[in-house]
DNA sequence: TGTGCAAATGATAACCATTCTCATTCTCAT
DNA sequence: ATGAGAATGAGAATGGTTATCATTTGCACA
C-alpha cells in the first residue's frame, strides 16, 4: 500500500493511524472523504482510529500537500488527495455525486478580474450546486 | 427607513426585530454582514434583539428573497440585500474587504460545463481568495 | 537489538456557530 | 379593543471541530 517513505519525506512519521488514513483514500472509490465518513470506514473495517486523529491526520496531510480540503455546502469539511492539479467541482444536491472540471477559460478570467481590482489571487473555490443525472440520483422523474 | 409593506408583501409580520435587521442592512456601509456581526452592531447602538432572533429573521429573509447567504472560508454565514443581480466576490484573505464582480463569460463557461456532465445548475459559488491592496489593509509590504 | 524521549494517540472536555424549546410577548384581522 | 396565532428571548441542545492531558508509540542512537 504505502512506503512510509511517502510519509516521512512530507516530515511526519510512519504511524499506524496515518498510515491507515493514507491507504483509505488511495483505495477508496469515492475521492471526495469527510472526516466522519473516514472514521465511519475504517471502523467498519475493524481498524479503530479515534475521530480526534482523523481530525488531526487530516489537517497535517492539508498542510503537507498530500491532501486538499474543501467547504462545500454541507457544512462538513471534504477531504481528497492532492494530485498537484487544480480543478472544480459539480456538487449533486440530491446524491452528493461529485464530477471534476478544469476549464482554462474560467481560471484565465479569474486571474485577470482579480488583476483589475488589484488583487493577488491566493486560491479561488468554484463549486456549481445541481441535480445529476445519474440512474441511482433521486431526481425521480 | 421602512415601509411594513416591505415585509408584508413578503409574508413576514412587521415585527420589531424584523424592522431592525433590514434597517441596519439598508444603512449599514459594509454590505456583507454576519449574524454575529448583525449582533453586535444593533447592541452598540441600544437596539437589543436576540441573538437567536438574528439567526431567525436571517433565514427568513433568505427564504423570501430579501437576502443571499455567502459562505465564505471564515466558518461563518454571511449574509447581504438581495438587489436581484447575481454575482460573485473577490475576498482579501487580509483585511476581509470584498469586491463583486459579474463575468459573463464565466457564467457561460459554467452553463456549458454543467451541460456537458448532465447537471442541471442550481446554483454556485465563485470566491476568489486573495490580497488586496487597500492602503489600510494589513498586507504590510 | 534494547532504551529514552519527543512526538502521536485516545478519551473526553471544550469550543463555536447555529438551531431548538418553551414560556412570555406581540401583531394584526376582526 | 380583543384574542388567536405568530414571534421573541433566554438558554439548552446540537453538530462539526479543536484543545487538553495522561498514556502509548516511533525511531534515533547506543
Ligand atoms: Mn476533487
Ligand atoms: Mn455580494
Ligand atoms: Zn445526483
Ligand atoms: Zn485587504
Redesign the pocket.
Known amino acids: 500500500m504505502h512506503q ?1 517513505k511517502d510519509l ?1 519525506s512530507a516530515g ?7 498510515l491507515k488514513v493514507l491507504s483509505l483514500f488511495e483505495t477508496s472509490k469515492e475521492r471526495h472523504l ?3 465518513d473516514i472514521y465511519n470506514i475504517l471502523h467498519s473495517s475493524g481498524e ?6 482523523v ?3 487530516l ?1 497535517q496531510f492539508e498542510h503537507a500537500g498530500l491532501l486538499m480540503r474543501h467547504h462545500f455546502e454541507s ?3 471534504v477531504f481528497e488527495l492532492n494530485h498537484g492539479e487544480h480543478h472544480d467541482h459539480i456538487v449533486c444536491l440530491q446524491c452528493d455525486h461529485v464530477e471534476e472540471f478544469y476549464d482554462a477559460a474560467i481560471e484565465a478570467r479569474q486571474k485577470k478580474i482579480a488583476a483589475e481590482y488589484g488583487f493577488t489571487i491566493h486560491e479561488h473555490s468554484l463549486y456549481i450546486y445541481a441535480d445529476c443525472t445519474k440512474p441511482n440520483c433521486p431526481n425521480k422523474r
Open positions: 512510509p516521512q511526519l512519521k510512519a504511524t499506524l493511524p496515518r469527510s472526516a466522519e479503530d482510529v479515534s475521530l480526534a486523529t481530525y488531526r491526520v489537517t457544512g462538513k469539511s
